[in-house]
């Protein structure tokens, strides 16, 4: 099903190695998300951008960093300042920016830093 | 600042039985409640909305401000309600449709 997509499903890193997540979405949605899921502590809000070039960091920013060129766009850059970066990450989009607007999520990928 | 807290990581309920699963909010303006879902080997949905006040798939959850509460519950439970359950909130006053995130609840129903 397309909507929104993500790639890989899997990806594997040496630790020092910054690495992008790849989000992409056909739906036509102003915002879109990144978020982190670890067991028990649910999801986390990295960054998010309601519009194109414009973006802003969410509750766990550090050690990441995103670009917006592009509506349909929202890459992820998990850099190497990032300690703990092994975990499942969620991107996710809504059609605009209000409060009552439904998330739509993408089928994650899950990333194992060594 | 924006909190929703999940008391229960884990319910284990029996088919048939209704469930309750809890969630509290700390939100000092006016709320968006919301009930997300995430079956095995799919991707996380959303189940409903306290603004749309509707029934999906025999859930229903009620916003008590006073006890600053959303709770969702079901009077009797399938098996293929099995799967975890986050509650999430937005607010009006701050950035648009951010969405904080509780813990998740892991359902089980077993037959």
């Known amino acids: 099903d397309g909507g929104i997509t993500q790639s890989p499903k899997y990806l594997f890193r040496k630790e020092g190695q910054n690495v992008t997540l790849s989000c992409e979405q056909n739906l036509n949605h102003d915002a879109m998300y990144w978020y982190r899921q670890d067991p028990g502590q649910g999801l986390r809000l990295i960054y998010y951008s309601q519009i194109v070039n414009d973006f802003q960091k969410g509750d766990i920013a550090e050690g990441y960093s995103v670009s917006r060129e592009k509506k349909e766009s929202f890459p992820l850059t998990v850099t190497s300042a990032q300690k703990n970066p092994t975990a499942f990450y969620l991107c996710?989009?809504?059609?605009?920016?209000?409060?009552?607007?439904?998330?739509?999520f993408g089928p994650g990928t899950r990333l194992t830093v060594t | 600042a924006q909190r929703v807290t999940q008391p229960e990581k884990l319910l284990s309920v029996f088919k048939g039985a209704p469930v309750e699963l809890k969630c509290n909010y700390s939100?000092?303006?006016?709320?968006?409640l919301f009930w997300y879902v995430q079956y095995s080997r799919q991707r996380l949905q959303l189940l409903l909305r306290h603004i749309s006040r509707e029934s999906i798939k025999g859930f229903t959850a009620d916003l008590n401000k006073g006890e600053t509460s959303f709770h969702l519950k079901k009077p009797f439970a399938q098996e293929e309600d099995s799967a975890m359950y986050y509650c999430?909130?937005?607010?009006?006053?701050?950035?648009?449709?951010?969405?904080?995130f509780g813990e998740g609840t892991q359902l089980t129903v077993n037959p």
């Open positions: 939100y000092s303006g006016s709320p968006e």
């Open positions: 999430a909130l937005s607010g009006r006053e701050t950035s648009g449709s951010r969405l904080t």
């Open positions: 996710a989009s809504s059609p605009g920016t209000g409060s009552f607007y439904e998330q739509y």
